[in-house]
């Protein structure tokens, strides 16, 4: 894995495939540009948050640049930017028809809040900063878009002391928003949707579920089902500083509703007396009966973005390497590169590096 490292380090403007080299669908190149993708295929899209360093401000202003940036998925060399450094963009989210997407605008973020949210509708090729009924404008995080593209479930950052969330659900057509639950000071806060019309949440509030905290199902008027009652889905790390305080640990729990499972990271091997080390992919369905998980990967911290169900049905994922990304303007983690993972296999393949994009560093966040 070190090797493959080192190679891709060295290959930094290297595309391994073509659009007609992923799944065998084939599109004339001189008619398959970015604008005839959004208008005629916006399901091949692959959005990043890309990462500039902060000299390519116009203003001078300090901080690092993040634009977003859309890419073919059968051709990344077929890209173009979508923002400007106007947004400083994180944590894209696409619609289900994924030809609109909600992001979050570090540049005007709200302490306790979030940052704020836009609106992108990629094929008028729009944006709007959502309103918001009592605030100047909308902002949160942990976007989940219903089935209808109609709205979106979103939360709060936690408040600073209290470390509480709520569920809340945006109208997209009144431009308001509604409490789905609420109950200070504990945590819940959207995760998926599973459809129709299920949300899945993560919750510590024990005093109304009478369960341990972790992943449950919930009605989209705020009453809870069930527990998923998956114990991989939710694992504790050991504080080196206080052994005996057992920090939660929340990995990414993506739903894929074709294959029927739950993709999501858990902890490899546990060093007694150290933390966890290494970290797996991995799936289960819905009981937790199917469970399977890829050999711990050293070299990356997988961040599951997507899932492409054509005939060769490749995982889309952020890899960053285990070190930090310093460079004027910008520090702390940030993804490497976008590669592949064949879940039948547990292959790997480089796919997309930032070094594709002139002066980008690194990718702050991606969804496809």
């Given at each position: 894995?070190?090797?493959?490292?080192?190679?891709?380090?060295?290959?930094?403007?290297?595309?391994?495939?073509?659009?007609?080299?992923?799944?065998?669908?084939?599109?004339?190149?001189?008619?398959?540009?970015?604008?005839?993708?959004?208008?005629?295929?916006?399901?091949?899209?692959?959005?990043?948050?890309?990462?500039?360093?902060?000299?390519?401000?116009?203003?001078?202003g300090g901080g690092n640049v993040q634009?977003?940036?859309?890419?073919?998925?059968?051709?990344?060399?077929?890209?173009?930017?979508?923002?400007?450094?106007?947004?400083?963009?994180?944590?894209?989210?696409?619609?289900?028809?994924?030809?609109?997407?909600?992001?979050?605008?570090?540049?005007?973020?709200?302490?306790?809040?979030?940052?704020?949210?836009?609106?992108?509708?990629?094929?008028?090729?729009?944006?709007?900063?959502?309103?918001?009924?009592?605030a100047s404008t909308l902002a949160g995080?942990?976007?989940?878009?219903?089935?209808?593209?109609?709205?979106?479930?979103?939360?709060?950052?936690?408040?600073?002391?209290?470390?509480?969330?709520?569920?809340?659900?945006?109208?997209?057509?009144?431009?308001?928003?509604?409490?789905?639950?609420?109950?200070?000071?504990?945590?819940?806060?959207?995760?998926?949707?599973?459809?129709?019309?299920?949300?899945?949440?993560?919750?510590?509030?024990?005093?109304?579920?009478?369960?341990?905290?972790?992943?449950?199902?919930?009605?989209?008027?705020?009453?809870?089902?069930?527990?998923?009652?998956?114990?991989?889905?939710?694992?504790?790390?050991?504080?080196?500083?206080?052994?005996?305080?057992?920090?939660?640990?929340?990995?990414?729990?993506?739903?894929?509703?074709?294959?029927?499972?739950?993709?999501?990271?858990?902890?490899?091997?546990?060093?007694?007396?150290?933390?966890?080390?290494?970290?797996?992919?991995?799936?289960?369905n819905r009981d937790g009966t199917y469970?399977?998980?890829?050999?711990?990967?050293?070299?990356?911290?997988?961040?599951?973005?997507?899932?492409?169900?054509?005939?060769?049905?490749?995982?889309?994922?952020?890899?960053?390497?285990?070190?930090?990304?310093?460079?004027?303007?910008?520090?702390?983690?940030?993804?490497?590169?976008?590669?592949?993972?064949?879940?039948?296999?547990?292959?790997?393949?480089?796919?997309?590096?930032?070094?594709?994009?002139?002066?980008?560093?690194?990718?702050?966040?991606?969804?496809?």
């Open positions: 894995m070190r090797i493959f490292i080192a190679v891709l380090l060295l290959a930094s403007n290297m595309i391994l495939y073509s659009c007609s080299d992923v799944n065998g669908i084939s599109e004339p190149d001189q008619e398959r540009t970015i604008d005839w993708v959004i208008q005629n295929r916006p399901q091949d899209l692959l959005a990043v948050a890309a990462v500039f360093p902060e000299t390519v401000r116009p203003d001078g634009k977003l940036v859309l890419f073919d998925y059968y051709n990344p060399e077929n890209y173009k930017f979508a923002t400007d450094t106007t947004y400083r963009v994180t944590d894209p989210v696409f619609s289900h028809g994924k030809t609109k997407m909600i992001f979050g605008d570090m540049r005007r973020y709200i302490f306790d809040r979030g940052p704020s949210l836009v609106l992108y509708d990629i094929v008028k090729n729009t944006f709007e900063r959502l309103p918001d009924p009592v995080m942990n976007v989940v878009w219903d089935v209808n593209d109609m709205g979106f479930y979103f939360s709060y950052e936690p408040y600073f002391i209290a470390s509480a969330q709520s569920v809340f659900y945006y109208d997209l057509s009144s431009k308001t928003y509604t409490a789905v639950y609420h109950h200070f000071p504990m945590k819940t806060y959207p995760v998926e949707l599973l459809p129709p019309d299920t949300l899945i949440v993560f919750t510590n509030d024990t005093s109304v579920t009478h369960q341990p905290e972790g992943y449950y199902y919930m009605t989209t008027n705020g009453q809870f089902i069930s527990r998923i009652n998956i114990d991989k889905l939710i694992y504790y790390r050991e504080d080196a500083e206080y052994p005996e305080n057992l920090i939660p640990h929340v990995g990414r729990l993506v739903w894929y509703e074709d294959l029927q499972l739950f993709f999501f990271s858990e902890p490899g091997e546990f060093v007694p007396g150290g933390p966890i080390v290494d970290n797996r992919l991995a799936f289960t469970h399977r998980y890829f050999a711990p990967n050293e070299e990356f911290l997988e961040g599951l973005i997507g899932w492409n169900s054509h005939e060769r049905k490749m995982l889309v994922l952020l890899a960053y390497l285990p070190w930090i990304v310093q460079n004027p303007g910008i520090w702390g983690w940030y993804g490497n590169e976008i590669v592949l993972y064949d879940y039948q296999t547990g292959e790997m393949k480089e796919f997309l590096l930032p070094q594709i994009i002139t002066s980008c560093i690194a990718f702050a966040t991606a969804a496809y």
